[in-house]
């Protein structure tokens, strides 16, 4: 997968007194700097532009370049139409403002000023043109023009994966789960994704291919050490290396990014195996892809987004108690979540909760932790992002992987549980959350402000019944 690829140009106006020559040169070391640290492809315009003639020129080549993310600095005042040509490029566009280089005498650079001109004609006064314009502001070294720019460039490269991803859905979407369903034309207009469906046939060949003639041993040796004690069968061990050995055949042979699984009912009936560890397993970060539960292919790129942003491993969760007294919520899941996610004491290898006879699941207390929580919501374009943290707490813990979750936020917005409860149900958000061990709340607003998604507000509970507000449908970038 090729890597985020940043342009760095400059405008200049030889009359202002400045050395903006010199702002440019410092710019570009510093970017080279964070070129290797964030990990994108630089490629910067040494030479600064001066004319329409110079923009064209550069606009061109970038573009040939294929370019992903363009950043003109205003290295000092240059003419409007100098940003024109960067309108016809795929690339997204920033502008960047520098602080003047004197304290008085005459202005040296006036960046400030040009940077306002080319934001307001690009959001107001370029028609046809789209996209948004992030600005920039302040010296290459600044904390701000370095928070600003380095969250950009995280969310623009998870944006490049997802635009090369393919998940592929196993089955037909869950039985039941309505709330799971999907637009795949939509999916690709918004994220980029291709969807590709199999039919649970085709895990079945091949688990039965691997159960009859593949070496299993070193992967029951894995699946046993990492865990902290098996109170399942030895058979149901080796039928999940099995089943992790036929999906790791099928991410191959369709060089798939994420799968999203109809885990039942058919499958425990047709291999007897609940694939739940296995599930957990295949989000390891070994394995460098997604897995997700139940065919909930928006929750495979909720996941996504929130892996490619973070570099961490994601877990997809339901929400299935509420304590008003602690001001906290459940999360759980029937045991489906990697290793790292556990507290100290791990987890143990065990029968599905409510088929006592048929492994495996990982059954333990998930760790105390810092939380994101995402879901996408394609049919409106919209987003519901929350935060908080998982807590200790003895019970009730039920069988599967789980935890309490409280100081609560939606979308940065401190909340109560009554009120995160009520923005979920008012606004009809399906029962799968995705969630990563970090606050990266940042990072997912800049992600889904260039995708054009809309971002859910608390909704405060009221005793009457609310209506959702009406969400902005996003426009694909």
């Known amino acids: 997968m090729e890597q985020l690829k940043v342009a760095l140009a400059g405008t200049f106006r030889p009359i202002f007194k400045g050395d903006m020559r010199s702002v440019l040169n410092r710019s570009i070391k510093v970017i080279e700097k964070k070129s290797a640290e964030l990990g994108f492809d630089f490629i910067p315009v040494h030479k600064g532009m001066e004319t329409l003639a110079d923009a064209q020129s550069v606009a061109q080549e970038l573009e040939d370049k294929k370019v992903d993310f363009v950043v003109i600095q205003n290295s000092s005042f240059a003419d409007g139409d100098m940003i024109l040509p960067f309108f016809k490029s795929s690339a997204r566009l920033a502008v960047w403002a520098v602080e003047e280089t004197t304290s008085s005498g005459p202005l040296p650079l006036n960046s400030f000023c040009a940077t306002n001109l080319y934001v307001s004609i690009a959001g107001r006064y370029a028609p046809g043109y789209d996209k948004p314009v992030k600005w920039l502001f302040g010296d290459a070294e600044s904390a701000q023009f370095g928070r600003r720019f380095d969250v950009t460039v995280k969310a623009l490269a998870a944006i ?26 939509k999916l690709g207009k918004i994220f980029g994704v291709r969807v590709e469906k199999l039919e649970l046939d085709e895990f079945y060949g091949e688990y ?18 990492e865990s902290s004690g098996v109170d399942t069968s030895e058979p149901d061990v080796r039928k999940s290396a099995g089943a992790e050995a036929a999906f790791e055949k099928i991410i191959a042979r369709h060089n798939a990014s994420a799968v999203s699984f109809r885990c039942w009912p058919e499958v425990p009936g047709k291999i007897g195996l609940m694939v739940c560890s296995t599930i957990g397993r295949l989000n390891q970060q070994d394995h460098n892809t997604v897995a997700a539960t139940e065919t909930d292919v928006l929750g495979a790129i909720s996941m996504m987004a929130l892996k490619y942003l973070s570099g961490r491993e994601t877990v997809l969760m339901d929400l299935s108690a509420w304590d008003q007294k602690s001001d906290s919520i459940y999360i759980w899941h029937c045991g489906n979540i990697p290793k790292s996610w556990f507290d100290k004491s791990g987890f143990r290898l065990a029968n599905h909760f409510n088929r006592d006879k048929m492994g495996t699941v990982r059954e333990g207390k998930m760790k105390p932790t810092e939380l994101t929580a995402l879901r996408f919501m394609e049919n409106d374009g919209s987003a519901f992002l929350a935060n908080g943290k998982f807590y200790e707490r003895e019970s009730p813990i039920f069988k599967g992987c789980s935890s309490w979750m409280n100081d609560l936020r939606i979308n940065g917005q401190p909340t109560s549980s009554q009120d995160y409860m009520n923005t979920l149900l008012v606004n009809a958000v399906p029962h ?9 709340t940042t990072e997912v607003n800049e992600l889904c402000a260039w995708l054009g998604i809309s971002m859910m507000n608390p909704v405060k509970y009221k005793d009457y019944l609310q209506k959702p507000e009406p969400m902005s449908s996003a426009v694909p970038r």
């Open 208 to 225: 039965e291919a691997v159960m009859r003639n593949g070496s299993l041993g070193n992967k029951v040796a894995d699946i046993i050490e």
């Open 432 to 440: 799968h959350l995705a969630y990563v061990d970090k606050d990266i």
């Open 160 to 185: 490049k994966k997802l635009r090369d991803a393919k998940i592929l859905q196993i089955g037909d979407t869950e039985f039941g789960y309505h709330d799971l369903k999907y637009d795949a034309e």
